[in-house]
């Protein structure tokens, strides 16, 4: 592992990529072996930016999410192949009753999208919502990521499983608290004042991009995927004291780089860190459920059981390597810039947070050149 390149590289990002303030947290065995924090909170530079600094890592928080998922049912003994509607009985409504939760988790339910109009904010009238609607495609009939109900469905299976917590609590009690983790989903409201603002990007995305083009594309499963629920669309919104405070597992994580790493230097062991055992088995996480076009991102993708995975080629390599070279790596990242890994196979994690975002949802040069120049 070349740290001092890294190291290098980093300090670069703030000169040639115009980055604002970030960190970066490398963990290997069990131990951080790469803490890095440059830059500004603010857009004046009068706040420096350090490796305590927390800031939101929106979709990066679908990794923590889906571990709640995963632990909650390991505790209660339901296997993945379990369909949901046995926990959940009104999600069997609008042909949904053979979804199993391994579905659910790898983007393959058909829910990224909702046809009726309700408020992020209003956590029951969406959970009613999601229950009644009609999948966009066939349960079993390819994958398209589901950008933001994904953590309304995940908050609600924790709900049914455990008898009624929040995964945002469920999540301090399982995982942020026995590891001594500075990572929120739905933020202590004496804390909203400590955390960094996020900034919308400065640059436009590429034209042509197919993405881009969906997203532009009235009633396209890409634009109804990124506009429903409602409200909280961009940066500015997601800064307010409502939005830190409100438990959003697909998209409102906050925390520090070295916390979200140590999340994933616990997979990385094998589910166990600090004498402490949170996973039997981490191998819904390392294995591929679905791979193939994602009807959402526009682009060949795969998922195992919530995370994020690179997907193959016919010859077995890696058609990307956003983990890295490891074919057991597995994570998620956040839009604008924020990645996040584990890497079992090396037993290393990775995690990069930062304010400035750029175009895209899946990680951009600022990161994936620290993760190349890592495993050199």
Request: aromatic letters at 12%; charged letters at 15%.
């Amino acid at each position: 592992m070349n740290h001092l390149h890294v190291a290098e590289l980093f300090e670069e990002n703030f000169v040639k990529y115009g980055e604002l303030g970030a960190s970066l947290s490398v963990w290997h065995d069990g131990r951080e072996v790469l803490s890095l924090a440059h830059g500004f909170i603010d857009r004046e530079k009068t706040q420096p930016w350090t490796v305590a600094t927390p800031v939101l890592f929106w979709s990066a928080t679908k990794g923590p999410a889906a571990a709640c998922v995963l632990h909650a049912c390991e505790a209660y003994g339901i296997p993945l192949t379990a369909r949901v509607a046995e926990i959940w009985p009104e999600f069997a409504a609008a042909g949904k009753e053979t979804i199993t939760l391994a579905q659910l988790l790898s983007h393959q339910a058909g829910l990224a999208g909702l046809s009726k109009e309700v408020s992020v904010l209003d956590y029951d009238a969406l959970i009613a919502a999601l229950a009644e609607e009609t999948p966009l495609w066939a349960p079993g009939a390819g994958h398209g990521y589901h950008p933001r109900t994904f953590g309304f469905l995940l908050d609600e299976l924790v709900r049914r499983i455990t008898g009624g917590t929040p995964l945002g609590n469920y999540w301090r009690r399982e995982f942020a608290e026995p590891l001594g983790l500075d990572l929120w989903i739905g933020l202590d409201p004496a804390q909203v004042e400590d955390v960094a603002p996020i900034f919308a990007p400065r640059t436009t995305p590429p034209k042509g991009d197919p993405f881009y083009t969906a997203f532009l594309t009235p009633g396209s499963f890409t634009a109804r995927a990124f506009s429903s629920p409602k409200g909280l669309h961009n940066a500015a919104a997601m800064n307010s004291a409502q939005a830190r405070t409100s438990s959003f597992p697909a998209f409102g994580g906050i925390g520090t780089a070295s916390s979200l790493a140590k999340f994933y230097a616990m997979l990385a062991c094998g589910g166990s860190l600090d004498g402490r055992t949170f996973f039997s088995t981490i191998d819904s996480m390392t294995t591929t459920f679905i791979q193939g076009f994602d009807r959402v991102l526009q682009m060949e993708n795969a998922f195992s059981a919530g995370f994020m995975r690179d997907p193959l080629g016919l010859d077995g390599e890696k058609l990307r390597e956003t983990f890295g070279p490891s074919l057991s790596a597995f994570g998620h990242p956040g839009a604008g810039g924020s990645h996040a890994f584990a890497d079992p196979e090396h037993r290393t994690s990775f995690a990069y947070v930062m304010n400035q975002m750029e175009p895209g949802v899946l990680p951009n040069a600022k990161s994936l050149r620290l993760v190349k120049a890592l495993y050199g």
